[in-house]
Antibody
Framework: EVQLVESGGGLVQPGGSLKLSCAVSGFTFSGSAVHWVRQASGKGLEWVGR??????????AYAASVKGRFAISREDSKNTAYLQMNRLKSEDTAVYYC???????????????WGQGALVTVSS | QSVLTQPPSVSGAPGQRVTISCTGSSSNIGAGSDVHWYQQLPGTAPKLLIY???NRPSGVPDRFSGSKSGTSASLAITGLQAEDEADYYCQSFDSSLSGSVFGGGTKLTVL
């Protein structure tokens, strides 16, 4: 059974940092791409960014709203992906989903497995 | 405002057919990027419903189907059931933004 479990969410002050982890099991993680998607309360889905597999040099891409502040990484040996969030703003408050999908070109990429989400609240 | 435009809500009676549109532009759907659809039941994580414009993952009923034409795509649900009541999102890749984008979401109400 495919499982993605996010951890590391919580309350952080504006300007602070937080690192989310995503532990994956049940399939070949190393060959998959990882995407992070967030959802503010009562709002729609927003793509945050992605990291491709080693075969594609662990290439990363980010939404304009987080570029330069967020960084995605992965440790294939631990079947784990990470989302490092720096210089957090109140508008970053959301549930953050870790997702995986085939390591396709961006024009065809999609998420076929999702975690349960981790709540990040940015507030003083 | 989302790059991909969906109607905020649609509704239908049990057994009926409903469609949800996803309108993009020449930098995403019109550029040939694939469209994918997700279903989000209340209080749960999204679930992949359609990938690559028309393909259903295993386990998704054939009542759900996807299509794409020009700068738009559509999700059709036939034989509507109470358990289909959920939010539906389309997704594609936008070359101008160099990133994936979601539609604003459509709330389906089964009357």
């Amino acid at each position: 059974e495919v499982q993605l479990v996010e951890s590391g969410g919580g309350l952080v002050q504006p300007g602070g940092s937080l690192k989310l982890s995503c532990a994956v099991s049940g399939f070949t993680f190393s060959g998959s791409a990882v995407h992070w998607v967030r959802q503010a309360s009562g709002k729609g889905l927003e793509w945050v960014g992605r990291i491709r597999s080693k075969a594609n040099s662990y290439a990363t891409a980010y939404a304009a709203s987080v570029k330069g502040r967020f960084a995605i990484s992965r440790e294939d040996s631990k079947n784990t992906a990470y989302l490092q969030m720096n210089r957090l703003k109140s508008e970053d408050t959301a549930v953050y989903y870790c997702t995986t999908g085939p390591n396709y070109h961006d024009t065809s990429a999609y998420s076929d497995s999702w975690g349960q989400g981790a709540l990040v609240t940015v507030s003083s | 405002q989302s790059v991909l435009t969906q109607p905020p809500s649609v509704s239908g009676a049990p057994g009926q057919r409903v469609t949800i549109s996803c309108t993009g532009s020449s930098s995403n759907i019109g550029a040939g990027s694939d469209v994918h659809w997700y279903q989000q039941l209340p209080g749960t994580a999204p679930k992949l419903l359609i990938y690559g414009n028309t393909n259903r993952p295993s386990g998704v009923p054939d009542r759900f189907s996807g299509s794409k034409s020009g700068t738009s795509a559509s999700l059709a649900i036939t034989g509507l059931q109470a358990e289909d009541e959920a939010d539906y999102y389309c997704q594609s890749f936008d070359s101008s933004l160099s990133g994936s984008v979601f539609g604003g979401g459509t709330k389906l109400t089964v009357l």
